[in-house]
Nanobody, 116 residues
Framework: VQLVESGGGLVQPGGSLRLSCAAS????????IAWFRQAPGKMRAGVSC????????YYADSVKERFTISRDDAKNMVYLQMNSLRPNDTAVYFC??????????WGQGTQVIVSS
């Protein structure tokens, strides 16, 4: 059972990246999926999530209108489209799957660096 993030990298301010989170060993259908990020010297913080029930999405104020979370349960994948990236978006981004009944899984993280 694991989650594997990919798609991170170095991008200039104003650029875009699409993060992917692939699940294996379990199906994402009944899990709420969230993206968290942890910047150097800071606590891990929630960025966005998408529910399992009806696909309702939530965003931190700092990323609203710039980031979009989506899921493809048929492919067992979750995505985070990040546009208009800023230097303070630099962080390690983590995918989390939560069943709501005690099961939660984390990926290993993918580094995003926004710098000119």
């Amino acid at each position: 059972v694991q989650l594997v993030e990919s798609g991170g990298g170095l991008v200039q301010p104003g650029g875009s990246l699409r993060l992917s989170c692939a699940a294996s060993g379990f199906g994402l259908t009944y899990y709420t999926i969230a993206w968290f990020r942890q910047a150097p010297g800071k606590m891990r913080a929630g960025v966005s999530c998408i529910t399992s029930t009806d696909g309702t999405t939530y965003y931190a104020d700092s990323v609203k209108e710039r980031f979009t979370i989506s899921r493809d349960d048929a492919k067992n994948m979750v995505y985070l489209q990040m546009n208009s990236l800023r230097p303070n978006d630099t962080a390690v981004y983590f995918c989390n799957a939560n069943s709501g009944s005690g099961l939660t899984y984390w990926g290993q993280g993918t580094q995003v660096i926004v710098s000119s």
